[in-house]
Nanobody, 126 residues
Framework: QVQLVESGGGSVQAGGSLRLSCAAS????????MGWFRQAPGKERERVAA???????SYADSVQGRFTISQDNAKTTLYLQMISLKPEDTAMYYC????????????????????WGQGTQVTVSS
């Protein structure tokens, strides 16, 4: 089975930066999607960004231009570089692995992802 472990969360002031990491183990799929999701209290889980095995990327409009998703295939590690953080970015961030594409990009729907990490908290103060 796939094991996912997030790290890199923390508390920052608005305008600051964080880099999240997600380490995957027992990951041998040749084609896949990996995504970052976030969930704030009382809100739906939101797809922040996704990347597939061909390095095709997609982003939520709310983070476009501020967040960058990338992967290190040799180390099976997923990253999310976040800059210009805003208080509304505050949430628990999760990485996930799935195998469902829509329109040539990884699905933005959480239900289409099969494996999930435990989450890492990001808090942005104004």
């Amino acid at each position: 089975q796939v094991q996912l472990v997030e790290s890199g969360g923390g508390s920052v002031q608005a305008g600051g930066s964080l880099r999240l990491s997600c380490a995957a183990s027992t990951f041998t799929y040749s084609r896949y999607c990996m995504g970052w999701f976030r969930q704030a209290p009382g809100k739906e889980r939101e797809r922040v960004a996704a990347i597939d095995s061909d390095d095709s990327t997609s982003y939520a409009d709310s983070v476009q231009g501020r967040f960058t998703i990338s992967q290190d295939n040799a180390k099976t590690t997923l990253y999310l570089q976040m800059i210009s953080l805003k208080p509304e970015d505050t949430a628990m961030y999760y990485c996930a692995t799935g195998f469902f594409w829509i329109g040539g990009y990884c699905s933005p729907t959480a239900a289409h992802y099969n494996y999930w990490g435990q989450g890492t908290q990001v808090t942005v103060s104004s």
